[in-house]
């Protein structure tokens, strides 16, 4: 399902990006040709009135002189003095759009006839070649005691046309790359914009692989339990009963582990804040694992300020919490003998908590891997106490209150959680 989002993503980020290029090149593109063809036939009207103004001037007409104004084939000039036509030009380049421009212009410019001066009309003439651009054309009359002068100038604007193609086909050889490069971009961004989303559908898949299996051991042994009990004797089924009870006391510990992550990950987490002292409950704590601590041959100490310390706004319930299940796991790990300090302290902005054991340490390839959901080390494994979500669920209250928890080397072996609450939070 990730692979199909990935790519619909990727298409509709590159497909709008690109969209949105294309349009602004194709208006970028009208109006520089546009721009371009105005400048071209603003030439051509000011070639025209030079050339005409020139004409007029003339008393003898000169193919020579005709021939500069031709400008090297850059025009085609025909002049009809009172009906007849000069033969000067011999280029056939222009001769078959003479009658054409002639007929296009008398149908859609007419001059404007005056008793003596020269008037003229410049436009553009549409190419009877299909595919071909339309030519500039200029249509002019001279009224002359003499007579009447009539002159049809074309010029076929090849350069603006070359100019116009490769500019074009620029555009599209970089709006070719440009898309090329917003799907590449596209394809790598999605990725890793969907990157989280897909670790998450892998940490859901494998909490539920791993909540099913734990949940599966406990069930399997009350439900034996249940087919031993049929066949058992009246003594046997207390201790059968026994059995039941402590798995379905395991099911439970492991169901309220799980819901409280659930309240974690939709933000649910009821945090009922309240100003209480943190020592007391430090000490609180401490007095109830003692007795433990007893029974397994631990030392255990406690290490509080001196002096009188800031309460703190916070729930009480939820830290006490994070407490247990940090000397929980101290006691688990420890050897018999070993020594675990609970120890607190404070500045100016934050608490610090620390549980120190001396127990076999935690590799630093698995110091990030144990804060994962169902994750336990090779020491506990096979201790069915242990889920591998009480260091998960601590992180979460710990983050519940914009605090930090990590795990430190303890000096000469061991290991050593950190926990830092902000005082003003």
Request: charged letters at 20%; one cysteine or more; glycine letters at 6%.
């Amino acid at each position: 399902m990730i692979k199909t989002v990935h790519k619909k993503l990727t298409l509709l980020c590159a497909g709008i990006t690109a969209s949105i290029l294309i349009t602004f090149s194709l208006i970028f593109l009208f109006v520089s040709e546009s721009s371009l063809k105005k400048t071209s036939f603003l030439s051509f009207q000011s070639d025209m009135n030079t050339l005409l103004s020139n004409l007029e001037q003339q008393t003898i007409i000169t193919h020579e002189w005709l021939s500069k104004l031709e400008g090297n084939g850059k025009y085609s000039i025909r002049i009809f003095d009172n009906e007849k036509e000069l033969l000067f030009n011999k280029s056939k380049k222009y001769s078959p759009f003479t009658a054409h421009a002639w007929e296009y212009f008398k149908n859609s410019y007419p001059l404007e006839s005056s008793p003596f001066g020269t008037s003229h009309k410049e436009f553009l003439l549409p190419s009877p070649n299909q595919g071909e651009g339309p030519y500039y054309a200029s249509i002019g009359q001279s009224i002359r005691p003499q007579g009447e002068l009539r002159i049809c100038i074309l010029s076929y604007p090849e350069s603006l046309y070359l100019q116009i193609h490769r500019q074009r086909l620029l555009f599209l050889g970089i709006n070719c790359t440009a898309i090329f490069t917003l799907f590449l971009f596209s394809w790598f961004f999605t990725k890793k914009l969907l990157f989280p989303i897909q670790k998450n559908q892998e940490s859901q898949i494998q909490f539920v692989a791993s909540a099913s299996h734990e949940l599966r051991t406990p069930l399997a042994v009350i439900l034996s339990a249940v087919s031993s009990i049929r066949k058992s004797e009246a003594i046997e089924k207390e201790i059968f009963l026994n059995i039941i009870q402590s798995e379905g006391n395991r099911m439970s510990r492991l169901i309220d582990d799980m819901l409280t992550l659930a309240h974690a990950d939709s933000h649910s987490f009821s945090i009922q804040r309240k100003l209480f002292s943190m020592d007391t409950l430090v000490l609180n704590s401490f007095e109830a694992f003692e007795a433990m601590a007893k029974e397994k041959g631990l030392r255990f100490f406690v290490e509080l300020p001196n002096e009188a310390i800031p309460p703190i706004n916070g729930d009480e319930e939820r830290l006490s919490q994070v407490i247990g299940i940090l000397l929980h796991n101290a006691f688990s790990y420890t050897p018999k003998g070993g020594k675990i300090f609970l120890t607190l302290s404070y500045n100016q902005s934050n608490f610090l908590l620390s549980v120190k054991d001396n127990g076999p340490g935690i590799p630093d390839s698995e110091k990030e891997l144990i804060f994962g959901r169902f994750y336990r080390s090779e020491f506990s494994r096979n201790n069915k106490e242990h889920f591998g979500l009480g260091l998960c669920i601590a992180k979460e209250l710990v983050r519940a209150h914009y605090g930090t928890i990590q795990v430190q080397d303890t000096p000469k072996g061991g290991s050593t959680f950190l926990v830092t609450i902000p005082l003003n939070k």
